[in-house]
């Protein structure tokens, strides 16, 4: 039981979708930028570990990436930033999300320790499915932080069986082959899918990658998700108009998915 | 030869890990082709047929095997050792590349795939892959760093020629490990009817192995080939090492032979104690990239540094997994040599032995120079000549400040 376990559950009594926001720790005015996001509607909020080689993001993600990395973003950083938004921020779930090779050399208990800490709640590692999280989820189980995996349109039911082995919060369906901020999958393979990984996994599915406007979250949202997840879009306009133009949009999309569901 | 249980020749396990290093970090997307390509390659591999075409084409097409040349003049100038080359120079397109593709597209026809891509540093392995890939007339598009698209103009051209359509990468910082990113990026966007051609013994279980396995027709050839010659096997086997497949090809099948000293040669640059290398088992820690663990170039947050090296096909922050555990484990010896280094041997063996090597294999030379003089006239090296120089003489005549 942890802050995803408690929204999800509340989300499910209001008989709506969850929003979930991304942005990349570095990029801009983050500290602002994830104090404002709960106001503005995010019912859980992801916060990207900047790493220097990330193959399964799009140009938007790559960009904040190196950007933030530029600012001198570190993982210690991100990790300073999530303690911060935690001691204003009781109740949101906080999710890190990136690459395995920054939690590596940070050393997986050290960092599960670390991330206990600062308040966060779950973890998105990328490049590590089932078959090599074994060590990181079992340290980061013992101070109550889940693995969130992934699954996308190439898992079927043999591999969702794995996928849902371990897994706990929630789960990440990747709505397309493809990179993130890339266009989204139909509608209505996506909410046959939605409905297939609830099933096998008994965990609420968030859908990300590609969704970017108010109209195609509302679509996600009234497809029997239970939550949807915007990052690039959210990416771009911090980077185009900083804090207020993201937390605009955000707020819009917010909008949008609580009418749709 | 029958396999100790402790054999080093063993590995990968089941999981595709040497040791603690290697493995499959991929995103989710790609699992189901990893796994699938492994199946795949298992049954090629038991298949007859598919062995005695890879042996046909490498024989007819590629110019195998190549030839073991005693280096009469190298071995004079040095005055220690016999200094032995494996020519692998002289395959079709120039390198021990073409070894690789070759298995890997066959594969990909046996598997159905209908279109190939692959990523490349300076040329060399986009080439190689280009010219099977035209052979056996599938589709094929190269990613290559926006810098050395610009640096290696006559090899982007000769993969037009070839029908491929070159990807000029511009991604983070525009080098050979960010378009080994887009190879990957597109490879999730289009998994079904794609087969990533990887150029190295790098990435997710099954490639190191499969890689290494296509390569080491490079050792078994230099094996029997010594035998044949001169009736023993050598004190030493050499080899550069960026990602590590023309080293791997060769020490494989010398593994369980424990007299044989397996030497790899990494890339100084200039000097390990500058920031300036591509030296990852000499200056590097064991990470997580492009679907292994192993040792990579990377600093105090876990960020990857990019190697540098005067030779672009060393120019790697990361090194196939088995050289990981080889290194750790203490089978093979790493070494390495600057550019500076590379330069000086790069001449010499063109004067002395009328042969031009590439600058990779440049590197091995320079300490096969000082080996030869440790393990004196008695000695017998066997290095690989992995390539050849054609594609590093507008560069080495730049450095030297000739106009060409």
């Avoid at chain 1, 078959?131 to 013992?142: G, K």
């Avoid at chain 2, 024989?59 to 190298?74: D, I, N, Q, T």
């Avoid at chain 2, 369980?256 to 200056?283: Q, Y």
């Avoid at chain 2, 600057?338 to 042969?355: H, R, Y």
Wanted: charge should be negative.
């Amino acid at each position: 039981m942890n802050r995803l376990t408690t929204t999800f559950a509340r989300l499910k009594a209001d008989n709506r979708a969850g929003f979930v926001t991304y942005i990349m720790a570095g990029d801009g005015e983050t500290a602002d930028l994830l104090d404002a996001l709960p106001a503005a509607g995010a019912d859980v909020i992801e916060l990207g570990m900047p790493f220097t080689d990330p193959m399964a993001d799009g140009p938007a993600i790559q960009a904040a990436a190196l950007r933030a990395l530029d600012n001198g973003m570190t993982l210690r950083g991100t990790l300073a930033l999530a303690n911060q938004f935690r001691a204003k921020h009781p109740d949101t779930p906080l999710v890190l999300m990136g690459y395995a090779n920054p939690v590596h050399h940070f050393g997986y208990a050290n960092f599960a320790k670390a991330a206990a800490k600062a308040g966060v709640d779950g973890l998105i590692c990328v490049d590590l499915p089932p078959e090599e999280d074994t060590e990181l989820r079992e340290a980061l189980a013992a101070v109550n932080i889940s693995i969130i995996r992934l699954a996308t349109p190439t898992t079927n039911d043999d591999r969702l069986k794995t996928v849902a082995e371990g897994s706990s919060g929630f789960v990440y369906y990747v709505s397309t082959t493809g990179v993130t901020g890339m266009g989204k999958g139909a509608v209505t393979d996506v909410a046959e899918a939605v409905k297939r990984v609830q099933t096998a996994t008994g965990l609420p599915v968030a859908v990300g990658f590609g969704v970017r406007t108010p109209e195609e979250a509302a679509e996600i949202a009234s497809g029997g998700a239970d939550a949807v997840v915007v990052g690039s879009a959210i990416v771009s306009a911090n980077h185009d108009g900083g804090t207020k133009t993201a937390l605009e949009l955000v707020s819009r999309i917010s909008a949008a998915v609580r009418a749709a569901s | 030869m029958t396999v100790k249980p402790n054999a080093f020749s063993q590995y990968p396990d089941a999981q595709g890990r040497f040791g603690e290093f290697g493995g499959r970090y991929v995103a989710e997307t790609l699992m189901p082709n990893i796994l699938a390509l492994e199946k795949a390659y298992e049954d090629a591999r038991a298949d007859p047929a598919f062995t005695a075409e890879f042996e046909d084409f490498l024989k007819h097409y590629v110019g195998r095997p190549s030839p073991l040349y005693f280096a009469e003049r190298l071995t004079g100038h040095f005055g220690g050792a016999q200094i032995w080359l494996k020519r692998d120079e002289l395959n079709h397109t120039g390198a021990h590349k073409i070894n690789n593709c070759l298995g890997q597209v066959l594969l990909a026809k046996r598997m159905g795939k209908t279109r190939i891509i692959a990523e490349t540093g300076a040329g060399q392995h986009g080439v190689a892959t280009a010219t099977v890939a035209a052979r056996f007339g599938l589709p094929c598009e190269v990613f290559m760093g926006a810098t050395d698209v610009k640096r290696q103009a006559p090899n982007v051209f000769r993969m037009k020629l070839l029908g491929a359509k070159v990807h000029a990468v511009t991604s983070g910082r525009g080098t050979l490990k960010d378009a080994m990113n887009e190879a990957l990026r597109d490879w999730v966007t289009y998994p079904d009817e794609t087969f990533y051609v990887i150029g190295t013994v790098a990435g997710p279980h099954p490639y190191p192995m499969m890689v290494r396995d296509f390569q080491s027709v490079i050792g078994r050839e230099a094996r029997e080939q010594m035998l044949e010659r001169i009736g023993r096997l050598p004190d030493a086997a050499v080899a550069c090492i960026g990602g590590g497949s023309n080293a791997m090809g060769l020490f494989h099948p010398f593994l369980e032979d424990e007299d044989v000293r397996l030497i790899g040669v990494e890339a100084a640059g200039k000097g390990l104690d500058t920031p300036d290398h591509a030296a990852s088992l000499n200056g590097g820690e064991p990470g997580i990239l492009h679907g292994n663990r192993t040792y990579l170039l990377q600093d105090a947050d876990g960020q990857i540094i990019e190697g540098h090296s005067i030779s672009a096909g060393l120019d790697y922050p990361g090194i196939g997994p088995e050289h990981a555990f080889l290194h750790d484990v203490k089978r093979a010896e790493y070494v390495s040599a600057t550019d500076d280094e590379a330069l000086e041997m790069f001449q010499l063996c063109s004067k002395l032995e009328g042969i031009i090597p590439a600058l990779e294999p440049a590197h091995s030379l320079a300490r096969v120079r000082d080996l030869a003089m440790e393990l004196g006239p008695d000695g017998i090296i066997l290095m690989n000549m992995c390539g050849r120089g054609d594609k590093d003489v507008p560069q080495v005549a730049r450095m030297l400040g000739v106009e060409v």
